[in-house]
């Protein structure tokens, strides 16, 4: 690749890092494995930088890879691997904001991965139906049931928790 190529290259990645990496820890739920995703994806764009200028739109691209990237390493199980018996110990706060989070994180972990996927695509970046689809590949009926079933899921999960109103029904 050309010095040109590999300084666009550079500043692309750079650019767009911090989006990458806000949707891969929607997506998985954990720091280490986010920046594991967005490094492979990364690792994953540079090969094939040269003959990107075709594609219209880069973002989508990008984002359909590092998307993949997390459904294929689900359907691997390798990152389920956990050396430690339970998390760190973490000191409670006052933000009811934090313990929220909490709450929805540790539900919407728990829904099966593409689900997962449809969810934070549509309701946390805020994608339209037919991005969804494009960026995984099935139809926009697919991603509407999908929608359905993860926030049933969601629903299910969080049982008569006040938050269980507030999971994206108003979209």
Known sequence: MS???DQEYVAYVT???PALRRLAYALCGDADQADDLVQETATRLYPR???LGEVDRLDAYVRTV???LFLDSRRRGWWR???FGGPPDVRSTEDRGVE???VLRDALDRV???QRAVLVLRFLHDLPVEEVARTLG???GTVKSQTSHGLAAMRRLLGDRELAGRTGTER
């Open 3 to 5: 010095e040109t190529a």
């Open 112 to 114: 099966p991965p593409r």
């Open 100 to 102: 929220d989070r909490t």
């Open 138 to 140: 099935c139809s926009p």
């Open 66 to 68: 590092l998307v993949r």
């Open 49 to 51: 930088w040269s003959r």
């Open 15 to 17: 650019a767009r890092l």
């Open 81 to 83: 691997v956990h050396l």
